[in-house]
């Protein structure tokens, strides 16, 4: 397994939580890694991506509310996501991929974890 979700829960509207994917040294080494989500009856969409040089880029239901960030020192990469709403209840997945693709592609990327559900109550 190379990347492992973790974070999730039940949170109220206006809350923060903090995700956090843990992945291999070789993966967080070598990709951009950035966080998808999934609501039910929906499909998967892009939250957020980080590239190698930390560049950061966010979906424009996010952009202001969440932030991603990697610390590879422990191969770890996070989604802080701040001011939650309802509408952002959904299981959330780390993925990794290379920098040069459409960052909102899933074809973009390589690596995909299990997922981890967030569910938003208003």
């Known amino acids: 397994v190379q990347l492992v979700e973790s974070g999730g829960g039940s949170v109220q509207a206006g809350y923060s939580l903090r995700l956090s994917c843990a992945a291999s040294e070789r993966i967080i080494s070598n990709y951009a890694m950035a966080w998808f989500r999934q609501a039910t009856g929906k499909e998967r969409e892009w939250v957020a991506q980080?590239?190698?040089?930390?560049?950061?880029s966010y979906s424009d239901f996010v952009k202001g509310r969440f932030i991603i960030s990697r610390e590879s020192a422990k191969n770890m990469v996070y989604l802080q996501m701040n001011n939650v709403r309802p509408e952002d209840t959904a299981v959330y997945f780390c993925a990794a991929g290379g920098e040069f693709g459409l960052m909102s592609m899933e074809s973009t990327y390589y690596y995909w974890g299990q997922g981890t559900l967030v569910t938003v109550s208003s």
């Open positions: 980080i590239t190698l040089g930390d560049r950061t």
